[in-house]
């Protein structure tokens, strides 16, 4: 199983950064798919979720209405689009495949300044 981050970057505040993770060794249309953000000294918090179908999203309450998450199934990717990003975004952003346990990126640093 591999899950590879890609996309992640220096941009300045209300920017944009789209990240995508690459996945392979599972059957991807089968597995809710998440993003994470873990910051310098935070934990690592949920960002979005969407299921195998792509027919239900969700989105923590800090990123709703900037933040989309997508998947091609042709290409086993998840994406996140990420607009009017904020010095708070900053963090490395993790994929996850499944809902427990599951599987993790290794992650991309996304920083946001000026």
């Known amino acids: 199983v591999q899950l590879v981050e890609s996309g992640g970057g220096l941009v300045q505040p209300g920017g944009s950064l789209r990240l995508s993770c690459a996945a392979s060794?599972?059957?991807?249309?089968?597995?809710?798919m998440s993003w994470y953000r873990q910051a310098p000294g935070k934990e690592r918090e949920w960002v979005a979720s969407?299921?195998?179908?792509?027919?239900?999203?969700g989105y923590a309450d800090s990123v709703k209405g900037r933040f989309t998450i997508s998947t091609d199934n042709a290409k086993n990717t998840v994406y996140l689009q990420m607009n009017s990003l904020k010095p708070e975004d900053s963090a490395v952003y993790y994929c996850?495949?499944?809902?427990?346990?599951?599987?993790w990126g290794q992650g991309t640093q996304v920083t946001v300044s000026s």
């Open positions: 996850k495949a499944g809902v427990s346990s599951g599987y």
């Open positions: 060794g599972f059957t991807f249309n089968t597995y809710i």
């Open positions: 969407i299921t195998s179908s792509g027919g239900s999203t």
